[in-house]
């Protein structure tokens, strides 16, 4: 017997954990940052609902319809040779994103250690010094494993359901005190004051990559949680909370951040320095600065261990669905692996002169090559794959169908005679792949 989630709120608890994570806190305010502030946000915004809820509905929907993976699945829906390759690339970008996701997330177990004893360490020292990055990252590693071998319910929603909730807390204090800073209101007209003169291709194809990563959309993470869930719930339904809870968590950190930026007028120079540097220098300039920092990394390590987990689980899950190997027998040696190849990132940063200036495809540093290449092109490549297979080349209403299990309205006429099913075989074979084609085409060509 497969294992359930022991409840729809358990469920969205747990893809809202997937989907909320570094990518909320660290990319999405850089994002807007770098591309002129509220017009990304409007883009980001179009790309959650255009291309967020249909995708989000097709991943859940599958992993329910076949109980299994997004491995098994493509196998059991009659995938080809070519289209059999895409859940292999999914469990390769989630092992390869793991590993220096890791790196990042340790970053802040980091973070909060020196918060918790009052130190305060320059972000350029923290990530080139070995003896921080190696066993940080091998910490959070030591985590995700610990959780996901446990299974569905003992492990990972339990997980889910203390962390969260407390993940929101911390986020909407933060977000008052923050409010409450001298000349925040400039920080908060940066982030909803559109200057439509900024929408640019270039902002497109961030916001849109920004998009599909935040929620987890693209590699089956969804799939797989998806083929845990019980034919009473509703995808519809479960779709709209996760979506507008990693959309709140996004709009939070904005909340946080730039009315601090402002009040302090700083101008953040890189994406990961962004959290890192600056932040820890606003707070030892606040009242209270010490608890602010304290409680902003254990919300970003909660944050990120929650995605961790899901990265974990699309490769475990996948792994056991076709194999008789238990689950513990997988993580243990799968974490082996991830810690192997997260010692290169982790070292990439300054610590070891060769993996911090390799370079390619214009990138530099081991890290973000990787997280060029898996993280952005590959990410992108495996989820138009996605829904060229459903849309094309598997009978796209039998996922329909089962997204209708569960929903009642799902079929039923809304506006002008269209239906949620319609609209979803619509988006699913047109809408999709041509925004991403579009996107990979500014991007690429
Ligand atoms: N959504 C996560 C984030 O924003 C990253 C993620 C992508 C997790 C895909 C799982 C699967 O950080």
């Not at 020292?125 to 319910?153: D, E």
Request: charged share 10%; with cysteine; proline share 3%.
């Amino acid at each position: 017997m497969r294992e359930n989630f022991s409840s729809k709120l358990g469920f969205i608890l747990t893809a809202a954990g997937s989907a909320v994570g570094l990518g909320n806190i660290c990319r999405f305010p850089y994002g807007v940052n770098e591309n002129g502030g509220a017009a990304f946000l409007l883009v980001y915004l179009f790309c959650v609902i255009i291309i967020g809820f249909p995708f989000m509905w097709l991943e859940i929907g599958l992993g329910r319809m076949t109980g299994k993976g997004m491995s098994a699945a493509f196998e059991k829906t009659g995938a080809n040779w070519f289209f059999k390759l895409n859940p292999l690339l999914a469990l390769i970008i989630s092992f390869i994103i793991l590993s220096y996701y890791s790196v990042i997330a340790g970053w802040c177990l980091g973070y909060l250690g020196l918060s918790l004893v009052d130190k305060h360490e320059d972000f350029g020292n923290f990530v080139s010094n070995a003896n921080y990055t190696v066993p940080s990252a091998l910490a959070f590693i030591l985590l995700v494993v610990w959780i996901v071998r446990s299974g569905v319910k003992a492990g990972i929603e339990r997980a889910s359901k203390i962390m969260m909730p407390l993940l929101f807390v911390i986020l909407i204090g933060m977000a008052i005190y923050s409010l409450s800073l001298p000349n925040a209101y400039k920080g908060v007209e940066f982030l909803f004051h559109v200057d439509f003169s900024k929408i640019t291709p270039n902002l497109l194809v961030s916001a849109f990559g920004q998009a599909l990563f935040s929620l987890s959309l693209g590699i089956g993470g969804l799939t797989i949680y998806g083929s845990y869930l019980s034919k009473k719930d509703n995808i519809v339904s479960i779709s709209f909370w996760v979506i507008l809870m990693d959309t709140l968590v996004a709009l939070l950190a904005g909340l946080i951040i730039f009315p601090a930026v402002f009040s302090f007028g700083i101008s953040p120079k890189s994406e990961l320095a962004f959290t890192f540097n600056v932040l820890p220098e606003i707070f030892s300039s606040m009242p209270y600065g010490y608890v602010l920092s304290v409680l902003f990394f254990l919300l970003l390590a909660l944050a990120a261990l929650t995605s961790g987990i899901s990265f974990f689980e699309i490769l475990v899950g996948n792994i056991t669905d076709k194999s008789q190997i238990s689950r513990k027998k997988v993580s243990y040696l799968l974490g082996i692996f991830v810690a192997l190849l997260a010692i290169p990132s982790a070292l990439s940063t300054g610590a070891n002169a060769w993996f911090s200036s390799v370079s390619l495809f214009g990138k530099s540093g081991f890290l973000d090559i990787l997280d060029h290449t898996f993280g952005t092109v590959l990410f992108i490549v495996s989820a138009a794959m996605t829904s060229i297979y459903v849309g094309w080349f598997m009978p796209t209403k039998e996922v329909a169908e089962e997204i209708s299990v569960g929903c009642s309205m799902f079929a039923k006429p809304l506006f002008l005679g269209v239906s949620l099913y319609k609209v979803f075989i619509f988006s699913v074979k047109f809408i999709i792949p041509i925004l991403i084609a579009f996107v990979f085409a500014q991007k690429f060509l």
